[in-house]
Antibody
């Protein structure tokens, strides 16, 4: 059974940093693109970033470019999102997801809440 | 506002059929990129419902179907059940933004 478990969320002050982790099990992690998607309270889904199997390609939504960095450690079956210069607009539940057939997101974690507030 | 436009809400009685539209443009759906659909039950993570415009993952009932034409896509749900009450999102790729985009989401209410 595929499982994705996010961690690292919490309360952080504006301008602060946070590193999210996503532990994967039940899949050959190194074979899949992986993605971060976020959802602000009461709002819709927003794609944040994705990363190729070997980490050689990374893509970001414009609003986080230069502030967020996606990475992975295939030896540890883990995905990461380093978030810097956080603002209130980054407050959201952050989900990690696997890109499966036709690049659809076929498995999702339960999400981790990031709250940016003073 | 979202690059992909969905109606904020739809409703239907049990047993009825409802459709949810997803309207894009020539830089996303109209450019030939696949459309995927997700169901998000209250308080839970999204779940893949339809991939590649019209394909159902294993375990998704055939009451759910997807289609795509031109710059739009649609999700149809037949034989509505109370458990279908959820938020539904479409997703595609946009080449002008060089990234994935979601629709704003549609809340389905089963009357």
């Amino acid at each position: 059974e595929v499982q994705l478990v996010e961690s690292g969320g919490g309360l952080v002050q504006p301008g602060g940093s946070l590193r999210l982790s996503c532990a994967a099990s039940g899949l050959t992690f190194s074979s899949y693109w992986m993605t971060w998607v976020r959802q602000a309270p009461g709002k819709g889904l927003e794609w944040v970033a994705n990363i190729k199997q070997d980490g050689s390609e990374k893509y970001y939504v414009d609003s986080v470019k230069g502030r967020f960095a996606i990475s992975r450690d295939n030896a540890k079956n883990s995905l990461y999102l380093q978030m810097n210069s956080l603002t209130a607009e980054d407050t959201a539940v952050y989900y990690c997801a696997r890109e499966g057939p036709s690049t659809a997101l076929d498995y999702w974690g339960q999400g981790t809440l990031v709250t940016v507030s003073s | 506002q979202s690059v992909l436009t969905q109606p904020p809400s739809v409703s239907g009685a049990p047993g009825q059929r409802v459709t949810i539209s997803c309207t894009g443009s020539s830089s996303n759906i109209g450019a030939g990129y696949d459309v995927h659909w997700y169901q998000q039950l209250p308080g839970t993570a999204p779940k893949l419902l339809i991939y590649g415009n019209s394909n159902r993952p294993s375990g998704v009932p055939d009451r759910f179907s997807g289609s795509k034409s031109g710059t739009s896509a649609s999700l149809a749900i037949t034989g509505l059940q109370a458990e279908d009450e959820a938020d539904y999102y479409c997703q595609s790729y946009d080449n002008s933004l060089s990234g994935w985009v979601f629709g704003g989401g549609t809340k389905l209410t089963v009357l």
